[in-house]
């Protein structure tokens, strides 16, 4: 589902942003393209310090979507810059052999969050 252009992506900098919700008004919490950890079966893994609103919205729907991009790919018809957006289901990791892997990387986590993608679509 992830395409090659999808991890050209990831190999440059630039802004991730979540969209979660749940009551109320959609909840945004942003993080890096360097952050981002894509497992063997293609869920997206990102180091999570706060996004404690993130987590109480996902308790209650798990439904999250996600914007990143870079200038640096070049996207359809050779635009500079390409990005996509996400969409999946979320889930916090507190234990086990990836929240270890992923604590090694980033020790600042407290949990992971867990995507599971259900669309990857490439918008420029």
Known sequence: MLTQK????L????VVSIVSWAEGEPHIVNTWNSYL???????IL????AMRRTEKNADQNNKVKMTL??????GYNDYQGTGFVVEGT???LES???FDMMKEKFSFLTRVLEITVSSAKQML
């Open 6 to 9: 999808f991890y050209d992506v």
């Open 11 to 14: 190999k440059n900098e630039g």
């Open 37 to 43: 950890v894509v497992s063997s079966d293609e869920r």
């Open 46 to 49: 990102i180091p999570a310090y």
């Open 69 to 74: 991009g870079s200038k640096e790919v070049l």
């Open 90 to 92: 979320a889930n916090f």
């Open 96 to 98: 086990g052999a990836e």
